[in-house]
């Protein structure tokens, strides 16, 4: 009994190690870089570099718009294939788990071949359209996530029922989706919302190669030409990341647990 008692503390003490020990070396040597003392100079510095908040923000917008994009493209789709087309529900799950196995730079070496400055839509032309073919590229990037978030919400509530009450009270398909059912997986996109938000903060490929000025090409800049910036942006970047997943918990507690 003893034994099955320490073997499981055990790994969470070794899983705590691994996880604990190298983000507080890295968050120390961070703080080096006042010779013979310990200062936030470096966050000072990178919090301070314009192009920290310029990259910051443009990929903060582009989180947003990816949200949007991607809870107005899945919602809809799910919500169908939940009331009209069941069976057809392991293939789309198939589909939505395919940037999973296929690399970012594949994916997005193929939006290069087909909507190049010389092909019939030529995306990467100009600076807005590109930026839309990279509101795009994460709508696919996130889509195994938000997908996942959305149908899980959708488990939980009775969709048939809910769409004949909607309808028996005349309501039209648009109403129904706004007002009945969005409400409804509210809590599900905002799980999705917060992982996709995570995942375009710190994306490098996509954003490198269509030549955007994302946050995810100025920290690799940053860790090519400094030291002690890059361990500064690491800890930012963990921070974000880590605010995420607590807002995740946090609304996935949904309102009656909230109240308790």
Known sequence: MKQSRIGPWLAIAIGTVYFVVPLIATFEFSLRLRRGEYSFEAYEIVLGDPRFQESFLYSTVQAIATIIVGALLIVPTAYFIRLRLPKLRPIVEFITLLPLVIPAIVIVFGYLRLYNSSSWIPLTATTRTSDLLLTFSYVVLALPYMYRAVDTGLRAIDVRTLTEAAENLGASWITI???????????????????????????????????????????????????????????????????????????????QTAKR
């Open 177 to 255: 989706m706004f007002r009945v059912i969005f409400p409804n997986v509210k809590v599900a996109i905002l799980s999705g919302a917060f992982l996709t938000f995570a995942i375009v903060i710190g994306e490098f490929t996509m954003a490198s190669l269509l030549d955007r000025p994302a946050f995810g090409p100025y920290l690799q800049l940053i860790g090519a030409n400094r030291a002690y910036e890059p361990s500064a942006l690491a800890i930012i970047a963990f921070i974000v990341t880590w605010a995420c997943m607590g807002l995740i918990n946090l609304f996935g507690r949904g309102p």
